[in-house]
């Protein structure tokens, strides 16, 4: 097991998962199929990166997560518009 890795979100520090199976239980259930495919398809110069992205991923971000629902929402507006 690695060391534990930290990040701060909204000001509150956070502890980020970095092993595989830490970054698969912090995934939502219906992310973990996408992850699996993703991990087991790294290569080993991919590897790092996979698991950088994912690890990052897991980690909750409210405030990220509060933009990408406004940009759905007004992307949904405009559809309807059109």
Do not use: Y
């Not at 909204?10 to 495919?37: M, Q």
């Amino acid at each position: 097991m690695g060391e534990s890795l930290k990040t701060f979100v909204g000001g509150t520090e956070v502890e980020v998962p970095n092993s595989i199976p830490d970054i698969r239980a912090a995934l939502p259930e219906e992310r973990r199929e996408e992850f699996d495919l993703a991990i087991n398809e790294a290569g080993v110069h991919e590897i790092q990166a996979v698991m950088r992205h994912w690890m990052l991923e897991a980690v909750p971000d409210p405030e990220a997560e509060q933009i990408l629902d406004r940009l759905a929402q007004d992307e949904a507006e405009r559809r309807s518009v059109a």
